[in-house]
T-cell receptor, first 114, second 112 residues
Framework: ETGVTQTPRHLVMGMTNKKSLKCEQH?????MYWYKQSAKKPLELMFV???????ENNSVPSRFSPECPNSSHLFLHLHTLQPEDSALYLC?????????????FGQGTRLTVV | GDSVTQMEGPVTLSEEAFLTINCTYT??????LFWYVQYPGEGLQLLLK?????DKGSNKGFEATYRKETTSFHLEKGSVQVSDSAVYFC???????????FGKGNQVVVIP
């Protein structure tokens, strides 16, 4: 248990569906992240939120829409995804900012787009 | 830009063997360096870290030394166990910056 909880653990969705991934942390951190982990590729940073404001969006397609309503919760809203979006989506949190800030990861949501 | 390179391919070895996973980095400054481990079905966990040149990070029998002259942070363990089977990721992070840059990861399989 790392203190970062992601739900659901597994999700299968059609290309026309709308779904949301949820991430919750109770570590008192004020930075949260979404990463995409695809087979045989480095982890890709998608979004960074610091103090509930989005501070980074790494050219992620608009079919992925993040939301951070408070410092403990982070959502990733999904719509009209493509099969190549199938991956493990990892949420992480850390203290912001500073050196030696360890990132704590959730267990991830395994997403399959059919 | 800043990047991390890990050796290609999975690593398969027998229990009690010596493990080395190579990691080199490209950076314009002086990042902190990390090794994360991902056990099957889990998210990433911090294994060890080093924040400046010549620092040695260690945890659970694993060690890695921050080598500025060779821009490397190789992971080693003297005697692996089956429970060490996992994917290992090398990463770098700058002071005051939230971003971690990860390598591709190495699958390690330890056979009894």
């Amino acid at each position: 248990e790392t203190g970062v909880t992601q739900t659901p653990r597994h999700l299968v969705m059609g290309m026309t569906n709308k779904k949301s991934l949820k991430c919750e942390q109770h570590l008192g951190h004020n930075a949260m992240y979404w990463y995409k982990q695809s087979a045989k590729k480095p982890l890709e940073l998608m979004f960074v939120y610091s103090l509930e404001e989005r501070v980074e969006n790494n050219s992620v397609p608009s079919r992925f829409s993040p939301e951070c309503p408070n410092s403990s919760h982070l959502f990733l809203h999904l719509h009209t995804l493509q099969p190549e979006d199938s991956a493990l989506y990892l949420c992480a949190s850390s203290q912001d900012p500073g050196r030696n800030t360890e990132a704590f990861f959730g267990q991830g949501t395994r997403l399959t787009v059919v | 830009g800043d990047s991390v390179t890990q050796m290609e391919g999975p690593v398969t070895l027998s229990e009690e063997a010596f493990l080395t996973i190579n990691c080199t980095y490209t950076a314009t400054g002086y990042p902190s360096l990390f090794w994360y481990v991902q056990y099957p079905g889990e998210g990433l966990q911090l294994l060890l870290k080093a924040t400046k040149a010549d620092d040695k990070g260690s945890n659970k029998g694993f060690e890695a030394t921050y080598r500025k002259e060779t821009t490397s942070f190789h992971l080693e363990k003297g005697s692996v166990q089956v429970s060490d089977s996992a994917v290992y990721f090398c990463a770098l992070q700058y002071y005051g910056n939230n971003r971690l840059a990860f390598g591709k990861g190495n699958q390690v399989v330890v056979i009894p």
